[in-house]
């Protein structure tokens, strides 16, 4: 069993900056890419933040401008998303994802909520 569990959400102030961890454990799987989600309030589906395949490379959604950064750490088997310049509308459940090697399976975790007050 997969498992991917987020922290670091929790309450900042407009402008302010947060650090989302998500740490993968459990049965090892190759993934193609990491990925963080969001979904706000109100919203019927989530919407991509960031992604970061096993190459490094990096995707962002239009949203972020250059105010969040995904990272990993493979010795830790961890993905992070640092992100500065918070807005209100940044308010939202934050989800780690996996996309699985050459499949279409993936894994979510549980999420974590991230408020920013105005």
């Known amino acids: 069993q997969v498992r991917l569990l987020e922290s670091g959400g929790g309450l900042a102030q407009a402008g302010g900056s947060l650090r989302l961890s998500c740490k993968v454990s459990g049965t090892k799987v190759k993934f193609d890419a990491l990925t963080w989600h969001r979904k706000t309030p109100g919203a019927k589906k989530r919407e991509l933040v960031a992604a970061i395949t096993t190459s490094g490379r990096t995707n962002y959604g239009d949203f972020v401008q250059g105010r969040f950064t995904i990272s990993r750490d493979s010795a830790k088997n961890s993905i992070y998303l640092q992100m500065n310049d918070l807005k209100p509308e940044d308010t939202a459940v934050y989800y780690c994802?996996?996309?699985?090697?050459?499949?279409?399976?993936?894994?979510w975790g549980q999420g974590t909520q991230v408020t920013v007050s105005s």
């Open positions: 994802n996996g996309l699985v090697y050459r499949t279409s399976d993936d894994y």
